[in-house]
């Protein structure tokens, strides 16, 4: 079948041609076209119900005419018509993904960032949406923020981290206390140093985003150590192309293991967005299993492993600060590496408590905040 409609639109076998705003055409499916007319989607749950499968014959215009900005098309056997805005069907002309306000290119920052880090007052993001629309949009950018000002009380975490989602517990439980434990079953738990790290890369979907609520520090030493992955990985791309590649291609395992629980899972140690752009690193010393790779690939893995962990180590990426009470560090878990300076156990008090929210969620409330969805 091919047919000229008004306007220009030209029918074919399997769908439209239609002339678009920059005077060149555009190809659609029947199928997209149907299953995306907006009587697709239910008003209220803003869920497709067209039952694409439920079609007993491949969907064919009839007829099909641009009027008042919208291609409008009869369906041949149903009488069905669709009515699409052209603006929408210009987003996806070329087959790219459909645009996300929520896509944010990333900050890389360095050693001199505490004094830069964007800061949030407790009351303020409590009283005002707007305030966590700038939260969350700095958490996508610069994956790190410090909150001032939260309550000595149980609920002040969870209650704040439930801003930007959902509390998402871990084998540690929904949150989890960060100080000198009898019988510790994380190096976090004791005084002694604790290296640069991400969370539990032992779980199967690592945690997203973590909050570090700090209720007493007034021991001597324990001072915060923060390095942003994505810079320490930028660089390595820019003088190691071919170490990164390895360690962007390779599954490492790790482990956790205590009385009660087993944890094994594999993770990448450089992570790449659809863009191919660096979203962050995955990678725990204290968690790493025994490598099980072939031994002669370990000949170039390991000497790539370790030169990341060691850039990783430098100054220039090196955070240093002293968390106080009533401040909270919130931070990106798959992009911001983070440790311990040891301290003394017996020099006063140390006590953090912790817990983990998801990156879609985040995403999720930027967009909600920020505006320009679909369903309006």
């Known amino acids: 079948m091919l047919g000229t409609g008004d306007a220009g639109v030209l029918l074919r076998e399997q769908g439209l041609d239609v002339p678009m705003s920059d005077g060149k055409a555009a190809y659609f499916n029947y199928y997209w076209l149907r299953d995306n007319c907006p009587s697709s989607f239910d008003p209220e749950t803003r869920e497709r119900v067209f039952d694409v499968f439920d079609m007993a014959e491949a969907p064919r215009a009839a007829s099909a005419a641009i009027s008042g900005g919208m291609l409008e098309i009869h369906w041949q056997g149903s009488g069905h018509v669709s009515r699409l805005p052209l603006d929408q069907l210009s987003a996806y002309a070329g087959g790219s993904r459909r645009p996300d306000n929520a896509d944010l290119p990333r900050k890389a920052w360095y050693g001199d960032h505490y004094d830069k880090i964007a800061r949030f007052a407790h009351a303020d993001l409590m009283a005002d949406k707007s305030h966590i629309r700038d939260w969350a949009e700095v958490m996508l950018t610069d994956g790190v923020a410090l909150l001032t000002g939260l309550p000595d009380t149980d609920e002040a975490l969870t209650d704040t981290a439930g801003l930007i989602g959902h509390v998402r517990p871990s084998y540690f439980g929904k949150v989890f206390e960060v100080k000198t434990h009898i019988k510790p079953t994380n190096l976090a738990f004791t005084s002694k140093a604790l290296p640069l790290h991400t969370d539990l890369p032992d779980e199967d979907l690592a945690p997203g985003i973590q ?131 040891a301290y003394s156990a017996t020099s006063g008090s140390r006590h953090l408590r912790g817990c983990y929210t998801d990156r879609g969620e985040l995403r999720s409330t930027y967009r909600v905040l920020a505006g320009e969805r679909r369903f309006k």
Do not use: W
């Open 211 to 341: 909050f570090l609520h700090c209720l007493a520090n007034t021991v001597a030493g324990g001072n915060s150590i923060f390095a942003d992955g994505l810079a320490v990985a930028e660089d390595f791309r820019a003088l190691y192309p071919e170490e990164f590649k390895l360690l962007v291609e390779t599954d490492v395992p790790y482990f956790c293991e205590h009385d009660s629980f087993d944890m094994r899972a594999r993770q990448r140690v450089i992570e790449l967005d659809a863009h191919g752009n660096i979203s962050g690193v995955t990678i725990s010393q204290h968690h790493a299993d025994i490598f099980d790779l072939p031994q002669k690939d370990l000949d170039r893995f390991y000497p790539a492993f370790c030169r990341f962990g060691r850039m990783m180590r430098d100054d220039k990426y090196l955070m240093r600060f002293r968390l106080n009470a009533g401040e909270c560090i919130v931070f990106d878990n798959h992009r911001i590496v983070h440790g311990r300076a």
